[in-house]
């Protein structure tokens, strides 16, 4: 039933209006009067359709066509997508939590602010009947060359998935188990990644600069290459031999000779008085006593603050971006 590349042949097609009805039938559905029928959409060709703001949760939409689709702000919460092409859709802000993806394709899709929630992303069969007999085809999902920034796959199922050159840029990765995914050159920059399954990964040339890696397994994963300045990363995990290769963070361990001469100095910065700016990026300030302290317009860009006590300080205007500020007071 695939042809070409990896589309759909014999795809069902439909008008307008029956499009309309059949969303329409479904809306009664999920209404508290009840009535209506459930939307199946499996294998038709919905390409360039417009679907944003509606709500198609429990919908069937396997192995239907979606390329170009317009689903932004819709909710497909608990729908069905499995071996759906959903290549360059427009799924921005869309809702798919728990929503079934297995053997789907995103490659370059819009997911940027989209809710992906314990959503499954693994490998999965597509079955069909061709007139003569069943077949089936097993696909691994694919979300390359897309944008994922903000978005939220707390809990998401990814194992083995292909997942090359997508921006992950503060995005919730919390929880999530992409063991043996294919991740290589994508950007998690900021990204919440703690407690992710991380076992097996391919994340050669990714760039985690100040991502969360707390808690995270990372059991025979490659690192090669990949960026982690200012990365959140437990002692244990730094040390592990599947990080050597990678670029580690670090940290300025012998600032704390010469930290009084520095917030002095600052201080007087501040007052317009000479002395010099503060530069603590990239320090180890870890369990510090830094009461009352002025801290304004600061440089501590991936400095570790984890344990700190800043009570009563100055931190406007301070740069802090990929600092761990872990147990903050």
């Excluded at 695939?2 to 439909?14: F, N, T, Y």
């Excluded at 989209?114 to 089936?136: C, F, K, Q």
Aim: hydrophobic share 45%; proline share 2%.
């Amino acid at each position: 039933m695939k042809s070409g590349e990896d589309g759909m042949e014999d795809l069902k097609s439909i008008t307008r209006s029956e499009l309309i009805e059949v969303l329409a039938e479904h809306k009664k559905l999920l209404a508290p009067a009840g009535g209506g029928r459930h939307a199946n959409l499996s294998f038709h060709d919905l390409s360039n359709e417009d679907f944003s703001f509606r709500d198609l949760s429990t919908a069937d939409f396997s192995g239907a066509n979606l390329r170009h689709a317009i689903l932004a702000n819709a909710n497909f919460t608990r729908a069905t997508l499995l071996g759906a092409d959903l290549r360059v859709a427009n799924l921005r802000r869309a809702n798919m939590t728990r929503c079934d993806l297995r053997a789907s394709c995103m490659r370059g899709a819009d997911l940027t602010e989209a809710i992906l929630v314990n959503a499954d992303m693994r490998e999965g069969v597509l079955a069909w009947h061709d007139g003569t007999e069943t077949r089936y085809q097993h696909d691994t999902t694919e979300i390359s060359a897309a944008v994922a920034k903000r978005a939220d796959f707390t809990g998401a199922k990814l194992s083995s998935s292909f997942i090359a050159q997508t921006d992950f840029t503060d995005a919730v990765l919390r929880n999530a188990s992409p063991t043996g995914a294919d991740m290589r050159n994508c950007l998690f920059i900021g990204a919440q990644m703690d407690g992710a399954d991380l076992s097996g990964a391919k994340l050669m040339g990714a760039d985690l600069t100040g991502a969360d890696l707390s808690d995270v397994i990372v059991k025979n994963a490659n690192f090669e290459g990949a960026q982690l300045a200012g990365a959140i990363i437990d002692p244990a995990i730094l040390s592990a031999p599947e990080l050597r290769t990678a670029n580690l963070p670090h940290h300025n361990t012998e600032i704390g000779e010469q930290l009084d001469e520095i917030l002095a100095a600052h201080q007087l910065w501040a007052d317009s008085q000479g002395g010099a700016r503060a530069d603590l990026s990239n320090a180890d300030l870890s369990g510090r006593d830094l009461q009352k302290v002025n801290l304004a317009a600061a440089l501590m860009k991936t400095a570790v603050l984890k344990t700190a006590d800043l009570s009563f300080g100055v931190l406007s205007m301070a740069e802090l971006s990929g600092a761990d500020m872990r147990s903050v007071n």
